[in-house]
């Protein structure tokens, strides 16, 4: 997973934050979304690293109850941290998921 990870953080666009942040989505079926921060000049319409992977996964037909393990690298403790946002929306989505949470930096 962490090639995944940090092929997809590669792509991420964090020009205003410069904290870019990737996951990894991988289902019970052992099939991986990966999703990556794309900023926008007015923050508000920022894409959030999961529901990048979340859009992805949805456009192969998974549900979220397919989701077994997510893997997230982001700059903890960075103006941008994805990390409690990510764990918030798993618990609610994929409560039996297990995250795992990676401290980079650009």
Do not use: K
């Not at 997809?8 to 099939?31: D, F, I, K, L, Q």
């Not at 192969?60 to 989701?67: P, S």
């Not at 941008?80 to 980079?104: G, K, N």
């Amino acid at each position: 997973c962490p090639d995944d990870l940090l092929d997809a953080g590669r792509h991420a666009w964090a020009p205003y934050s410069g904290c870019p942040s990737a996951v990894v989505v991988e289902t019970s079926s052992g099939a991986r979304y990966t999703g990556t921060t794309v900023e926008s000049v007015a923050f508000n319409p920022t894409m959030p690293t999961l529901q990048s992977a979340l859009i992805h996964a949805r456009s192969y037909g998974e549900a979220w109850t397919d989701i077994a393990a997510v893997t997230l690298g982001t700059v903890v403790g960075g103006s941008v941290d994805m990390s409690r946002s990510t764990a918030e929306l798993l618990t609610v989505i994929a409560p039996d998921a297990t995250l795992t949470v990676l401290d980079w930096r650009p």
